[in-house]
């Protein structure tokens, strides 16, 4: 069985940074290209960003093009947000997930807060 446990999360003032971290077990983790996604309050779940298994290419979404990056590390079977210039639209629930096939059953995910 897949567990995804996302850390990383936190309060920040607008311009801050977070790197938030998602450990993943049960699965050949090097085999998956990872994604990351968010939740906003009272808005439905989007992508943020994605990486393929060996980590050659890595995709965003343009409202964080050039402010995050995604990186993973296949020995520790961790994938990686780096969050720069944070502003309170980032603000939501971070996850992780596969994006080579069908879902996984999803983390808990990890709360992001931006401040003004």
């Known amino acids: 069985q897949v567990q995804l446990v996302e850390s990383g999360g936190g309060l920040v003032q607008a311009g801050g940074s977070l790197r938030l971290s998602c450990a993943v077990s049960g699965r050949s983790f090097s085999m998956y290209g990872m994604g990351w996604f968010r939740q906003a309050p009272g808005k439905e779940r989007e992508f943020v960003a994605s990486?393929?298994?060996?980590?050659?290419?890595?995709y965003y979404t343009d409202s964080v093009k050039g402010r995050f990056t995604i990186s993973r590390d296949n020995a520790k079977n961790t994938v990686y947000l780096q969050m720069n210039v944070l502003t309170p639209e980032d603000t939501g629930v971070y996850y992780c997930n596969t994006v080579s096939s069908a879902a996984w059953d999803w983390g808990q995910g990890t709360q992001v807060t931006v401040s003004s």
């Open positions: 990486i393929t298994a060996s980590g050659s290419r890595t």
